[in-house]
């Protein structure tokens, strides 16, 4: 018979997969805005309020947590969550550029493969030579594959779509540039998307103080999260400070139907930040294996929302049917590369 608790886990970590997958939908009606308006609502929504509540609502006694916890454990959390930050900004960037499904494809796909292989790497790279190793190395092989292959889907995109930009982006906040710098500003995306999985696996130090000091692992985990995105929601508001002052932007707010506008931003750090701690919450109830279990089912629902998302808005409705292909053999690859990585965590 099936734990009703695993159950549950398995379903938050669909619902996690759900709400990373559509978060960025609502930027494709936003165009209204710059992308620093819509930035700056996303960052402070789910960057700071939300994690802020979720530390406070979760944590009993935080200072105290922290003031135990080992030194180097929030140091480390600060720093990679910072440089993460600058990931974050790529990452909106780049889904101006790219669109939804393919933005989201290829910084999930570069994130998953190197954010199991980098902490392996530079946390225990005796590992590497042991079956768990070898497994992530051949994940990460794959998802290489798959990102090519969803690459060139891109270029092909790129020249079926010349004459139909515009119709294509619709309603789309930020500016079209061309694929070669949407593809850049994924990958410096994934690639700081994977240094912040190395940051907050190297901060369980906090989250054990946390549990010693009678709090539960998933409240100890919400504090480690609350440092990591609040140090990395500085150089995203930074840069957005500077577009307001470069752009003159700032006066958008203040728009007829702005109200409708700060709706829909506000849900895309809603989504995203819940997706961050729904899945939070999913791990514990799924095992021992619950990280090998559930994080590559949130990422492979994840990225399937992701295209079907730009399937339904019509990023690939001027396409070719080549392009598609493409698309869908890269999407096929990484599915398999993410399972692929998932079953190396039960090889530990």
């Not at 994924?186 to 054990?208: E, K, M, R, W």
């Amino acid at each position: 018979m099936l734990n009703p608790l695993w159950g549950f886990g398995i379903l938050l970590a669909i619902v996690s997969g759900l709400m990373n997958g559509t978060f960025t939908l609502p930027m494709r009606f936003l165009g209204r805005w710059s992308w620093e308006n819509v930035w700056t609502i996303f960052i402070v929504s789910s960057c700071l309020g939300m994690s802020l509540i979720m530390a406070l609502a979760t944590v009993s006694a935080p200072r105290e947590v922290l003031r135990a916890a080992p030194a180097s454990a929030i140091v480390f959390a600060v720093v990679t969550g910072f440089a993460w930050g600058f990931g974050a900004i790529f990452f909106g960037q780049g889904v101006s550029a790219l669109g939804i499904s393919m933005a989201n494809t290829l910084v999930l796909a570069i994130s998953s493969s190197l954010g199991a292989f980098l902490p392996i790497l530079i946390l225990a790279p005796e590992r590497l030579h042991q079956p768990q190793g070898k497994a992530i190395v051949l994940g990460t092989i794959v998802a290489v594959a798959g990102i090519a292959s969803c690459g060139y889907s891109g270029v092909l995109r790129e020249r079926s779509q010349k004459s139909q930009q515009e119709r294509v982006r619709g309603n789309m906040v930020g500016v079209a540039r061309p694929f070669w710098v949407g593809l850049l500003l994924c990958t410096g995306a994934g690639l700081l998307s994977a240094v912040f999985n190395i940051g907050y696996s190297s901060a369980h130090g906090i989250i054990a103080t946390a549990e010693r000091l009678g709090n539960s692992a998933f409240a100890g985990s919400n504090l480690v999260w609350f440092l990591m995105l609040t140090a990395g929601a500085v150089p995203n508001l930074c840069f957005c400070a500077y577009l307001f002052k470069k752009n003159g932007s700032w006066s958008k707010y203040s728009q007829t139907n702005s109200p409708h506008l700060f709706g829909l931003t506000i849900l895309m750090g809603l989504l995203w930040g819940g997706s961050i701690f729904v899945y939070g919450s999913a791990a514990p109830r799924l095992g021992k294996l619950g990280p090998a279990i559930g994080w590559p089912l949130s990422l492979t629902v994840g990225l399937l929302t992701a295209n079907t998302c730009g399937l339904w808005v019509g990023e690939w409705k001027h396409s070719g049917a080549a392009d598609r292909a493409w698309m869908t053999a890269g999407l096929v690859i990484l599915a398999g590369a993410i399972v692929l990585l998932g079953w190396s965590g039960t090889l530990a």
